[in-house]
């Protein structure tokens, strides 16, 4: 039986070491496109599309990002067509961050994938911070106001708007306008 790399165990939802070697260049190699990223001029969209295509899993049509940008490892992170990301988002992708088409995102969205035990016993391990990670999915036709932080795990549907200031801790369904903290639904759309 092989033993699977701290990566496959991120990967997998299982606890994982963050500070592995192979985990730690991963996260090095991202924080130089980042870094890149974030120095680019609105005049110089091609670089920045070439950046987001070397960065991401997967990156859609007509995509824009205002800098500053930051994420932990932009290799699980998958963005549809049409989607606008204002500045100071920050996208901590352990794991899987999935954005469907038509999303907009306002100032300093924070999308969580990491967390750790609230075991206190579990949280350090031989002197290791032990991280555990859940995808998030965001489907299409999504509005998120400023200043929303979507926890770990979370699945928004289609259609959804999230009131900004928002802290959003489970899913929320289709059609849906939510808002608070924690987020709930303040009205079904037909």
Not at 22 to 48: G, M
Not at 49 to 56: A, C, G, S, T
């Amino acid at each position: 039986m092989n033993k699977l790399t701290e990566k496959e165990k991120m990967l997998s939802g299982l606890p994982y070491d963050a500070s592995d070697k192979q985990l730690r260049k991963l996260f090095f190699l991202c924080k130089d496109k980042i870094e890149k990223y974030n120095k680019t001029s609105y005049k110089q969209q091609k670089l920045r599309e070439n950046i987001l295509r070397k960065l991401f899993n997967f990156v859609g049509k007509n995509i824009y990002i205002e800098p500053f940008f930051y994420c932990d490892y932009g290799m699980n992170i998958s963005v549809g067509d049409n989607v606008y990301l204002n500045t100071n988002c920050v996208f901590l992708d352990c794991a899987e961050i999935r954005i469907g088409n038509n999303v907009l995102f306002g100032p300093a969205v924070h999308i969580y994938t990491a967390y750790h035990s609230t075991n206190h016993k579990e949280r350090i391990v031989n002197n290791k911070i032990i991280d555990i990670a859940k995808p998030v999915s965001i489907g299409n036709n999504v509005w998120i106001g400023g200043n929303v932080t979507i926890l770990p795990g979370v699945i928004i549907e289609d259609n959804v708007t999230i009131g900004a200031g928002s802290v959003v801790v489970k899913n929320v369904s289709a059609n849906s306008i939510v808002a608070g903290n924690p987020a709930k639904v303040l009205k079904k759309l037909k």
